[in-house]
């Protein structure tokens, strides 16, 4: 498979999408959502040599130990997993940091996917996309836009209501060990000043989504 015409840069952010094949549906349960989440987590080390699922058989496994030894592909700094597509804001570590993570994490969720649901073939469409994020009010917004997005799709009234995005992170309310997203030295805003900048946008975002609707029909 060709590289990338531009390459990604090692230290600078990207928002990085990944959808899936005709907009199937690629998370099912919860247990599906937490898998995923898992698999992020798991991934963005440098560290691991087996795939996750193996993993899951040791008997010690702990993220402490890829934890400590620090070496990192990806930094996470906000996510969002949809129904048929998941949101990323990643800043690459390593030289093609973002590139090995996501092959292993969409074919890490792949093959998941696959044994439990007695799938086969592949589940996204194509390569992931990528934007690069070049200030901190660009960051601002588009972890706004992500935490909005099960609002803007009707799927919960309140961004705090879905369980599998960062939002919750971002407000602080979520366990210590629950956490995957490093944010805070790129987004430095009290939580509740972040609360009402995310919340002022929900009617406006959610009217932008039925007119893309409009013409996309």
Known sequence: MPGRQVPLIEDRIYHIVSKSIAKFKIFR???????MKEILKY????SPKIRYSLY???KNKSFKKLEDKDEKLVE??????????????????????ISI???????????????KYKRK????????????????????????????NPVSAYLVERPQDWKFSSYKEFINEVKEEEKICEFEKFIEVPKEIYKEFVFSRIDYQRELENIKRLFLE
């Open 56 to 58: 899951l058989r040791e």
């Open 76 to 97: 996470i700094i906000s996510y969002c997993l949809m129904p048929t597509h998941i949101h990323l804001v990643l800043r690459q570590v390593a030289k093609n940091g």
């Open 43 to 46: 991934y963005q080390f440098k």
């Open 101 to 115: 993570f996501m092959a292993k994490v969409l074919n890490s969720y792949t093959r998941y996917f696959n044994t």
């Open 121 to 148: 073939g592949p589940l996204w469409e194509g390569r992931f996309k990528n934007i690069e994020v070049e200030t901190t009010e660009q960051l601002y917004h588009l972890t706004r836009y992500i935490h909005l």
């Open 29 to 35: 349960s919860v247990k599906d959502y937490k898998r």
